[in-house]
């Protein structure tokens, strides 16, 4: 069965508004989760990795201010495209950690369209 | 840094073909090495690993060999088939790294 959740697997918004995705881990709990961004045919970018009870921590490149990360438990972690544009649009990916057997789950996605 | 470098796509089989996917990784230390198939509009599902040199990892008729004399751990699969259609990526983590590191992924379409 699914490990990570994501909500929602597709939604499509207006320019200049904000748009929040949920991670959910269903069978662990997770301190840290990892979120990526894939463009099409592209492999996936590293964005941050949200941390419970701190402040995510943000790769080189990734705006803060405009991908808003927050890891309000450890089961969810919630990233939020703020003032959304259509070059934000992109499939969205939310993962736990390697664990114990090196595996990395990933959640199904969340493909943003903004018009 | 670490890295890893995929054979470009798209591949194009027709059924029952065999399939090989390169890639090749740099890396220090003894990085575990992972497949990972994406299908469309899906996240990523692990494929197969492995976690030392000579190791084969196997899964669904795919398999692939931990090559440290040539860096490399090439994905193969005997005969491939319609639903095997997708993006597969190669993948490394480090020792006691936290994070993989991804190729750029190949794109499979398998023709009936």
């Known amino acids: 069965g699914a490990v990570v959740s994501q909500h929602p697997s597709r939604v499509i918004c207006k320019s200049g508004t904000s748009v929040k995705i949920e991670c959910r881990s269903l069978?662990?709990?997770?301190?840290?989760m990892f979120w990526y961004r894939q463009f099409p045919k592209k492999s996936l970018m590293l964005m941050a990795t949200?941390?419970?009870?701190?402040?995510?921590?943000?790769e080189q490149g990734v705006e803060k201010d405009k991908f808003l990360i927050n890891h309000a438990s450890l089961t969810l972690s919630t990233l939020t495209v703020t003032s959304a544009h259509p070059e934000d649009s992109s499939f969205y990916i939310c993962?736990?950690?390697?664990?114990?057997?090196?595996?990395?789950?990933f959640g199904p996605g969340t493909r943003l369209t903004v018009l | 840094g670490d890295s890893v470098t995929q054979m470009e796509g798209p591949v194009t089989l027709s059924e029952e073909a065999f399939l090989t996917i390169n890639c090749t990784y740099t890396?220090?230390?003894?990085?575990?090495l992972f497949w990972y198939v994406q299908y469309p509009g899906e996240g990523l599902q692990l494929l197969l690993k492995?976690?030392?040199?000579?190791d084969k990892g196997s899964n669904k008729g795919f398999e692939a060999t931990y090559r440290k004399e040539t860096t490399s751990f090439h994905l193969e699969k005997g005969s491939v088939q319609v639903s095997d259609s997708a993006v597969y990526f190669c993948?490394?983590?480090?020792?006691?790294?936290?994070?993989?590191?991804f190729g750029d992924g190949t794109t499979l379409t398998v023709k009936p």
């Open positions: 993962s736990l950690p390697p664990g114990a057997y090196n595996e990395q789950f």
């Open positions: 069978d662990f709990q997770a301190t840290t």
């Open positions: 949200s941390n419970e009870g701190s402040k995510a921590t943000y």
């Open positions: 890396a220090t230390g003894y990085p575990s």
């Open positions: 492995a976690t030392k040199a000579d």
């Open positions: 993948a490394l983590r480090g020792y006691n790294a936290g994070k993989s590191t």
